[in-house]
């Protein structure tokens, strides 16, 4: 096994805010794992954390990073949107990973995977879509808020609302909205070159179930499965659900042929 790094390191580009990336090396024969976190959320986060740790049990190559104005990395929020995300999760991919990458996408970052699997598809082993929140800003956030709350979007262009989780609180800009709109996945068809597999809580206050399942239906790929537990919320990040991640992946790399 090659020895595994756990130093922050960071990736600078000329035009754009430096991303902070930690990444671990793994067996070169098989699949690496790239994960894309969810909306204001960081590389340090339970999940992340978690499939860093158990990917060196595994020896399977490991990179977790934060998007602009996400953690460690450089940038303001307020100026990120879904597509300037992608393009780190692009940047990443291309100047960090080597070979064959199953993407593991929570959230927010299940939107950013098919976007990626879009422009490089000649990367992807496998996807794992965990909570996966594809077009949240036309499909589920326009079901939830009031109407007001969109009122007073255009009128300042930004919304604070408080985190169900914690004591931080979200914002939201309408550059995030007019940009989801143009990086829509749902609206057009997904062709997908690898298997995907998602895990859905119903518990899920934040991502209805059907949408992953709807996500399911519009998705071509050569296998596509849904994994539902009925008790789990959005978190997703219990004992019983971090293996289920785990045995996720493995069953996307079996299923790859690229073991």
């Not at 794992?33 to 499939?51: C, N, R, V």
């Not at 990073?65 to 949107?81: A, P, V």
């Not at 859905?200 to 206050?205: E, K, R």
Request: hydrophobic letters at 40%; proline letters at 5%; aromatic letters at 8%.
């Amino acid at each position: 096994m090659e020895q595994m790094s756990d130093k922050l390191q960071t990736l600078s580009r000329p035009n754009a805010p430096d991303l902070c990336y930690y990444h671990s090396t793994g067996a070169t024969d098989r699949p690496g794992l790239l994960w894309l976190g969810g909306y204001a959320s960081d590389m340090e986060g339970t999940k992340a954390q978690f499939l860093h740790q158990w990917a060196k049990t595994q020896n399977i190559s490991f990179t977790r990073f934060d998007y602009r104005g996400h953690g460690k990395s450089g940038g303001k929020f307020e100026d990120g949107t879904i597509s300037l995300w992608a393009e780190d999760g692009l940047a990443i991919l291309d100047q960090v990973t080597q070979g064959a990458q199953i993407l593991v996408g929570s959230s927010m970052g299940a939107w950013i995977a098919c976007l990626i699997a879009r422009q490089k598809p000649e990367r992807l082993a496998g996807m794992v879509l965990i909570a996966p929140a594809p077009d949240f800003t036309t499909a589920l956030i326009p079901n939830e808020w009031p109407a007001a709350r969109f009122l007073e979007l255009e009128k300042k262009g930004r919304v604070e609302i408080p985190s169900d989780y914690d004591e931080t609180v979200m914002v939201y800009t309408k550059a995030l909205f007019d940009d989801g709109k143009k990086s829509q996945v749902l609206n057009q068809p997904l062709a997908v070159s690898c298997p995907v597999k998602i895990l859905q809580g119903m518990a899920d206050a934040v991502v209805p179930w059907t949408h992953a399942m709807g996500l399911a239906e519009h998705i071509e790929a050569p296998q596509v499965s849904v994994h539902l537990e009925k008790n789990s919320d959005h978190r997703f990040s219990g004992t019983h659900e971090l293996a289920l991640i785990g045995k996720a992946i493995l069953e996307i790399e079996a299923s790859s042929g690229q073991k």
